[in-house]
């Protein structure tokens, strides 16, 4: 089974009620959780990156 996200949503973290779910099951399967754990770090990361660019267009000084 495979999580695949849809086009247009943004990135952000998801809701600890959530991602203590989803490790819940990783640990359960036996797997690793580390590497879910590295895919919510990017995530917030990407999120904030997106924020961040939204805001440099929004005051973009090109557009005035």
């Known amino acids: 089974?495979?999580?695949?996200?849809?086009?247009g949503h943004p990135f952000g973290s998801p809701s600890d009620?959530?991602?203590d779910i989803?490790?819940?099951g990783y640990r359960s399967a036996g797997f690793?959780?580390?590497f879910l754990e590295?895919?919510?770090?990017?995530?917030?990361?990407?999120?904030?990156?997106q924020k961040n660019e939204e805001q440099d267009s929004v005051f973009d000084l090109k557009r005035w």
């Open 32 to 34: 690793d959780t580390e």
């Open 22 to 24: 989803i490790m819940e």
């Open 1 to 7: 089974m495979i999580y695949m996200m849809n086009e």
């Open 38 to 49: 590295q895919a919510v770090e990017k995530s917030i990361s990407l999120e904030a990156q």
């Open 17 to 19: 009620n959530y991602l």
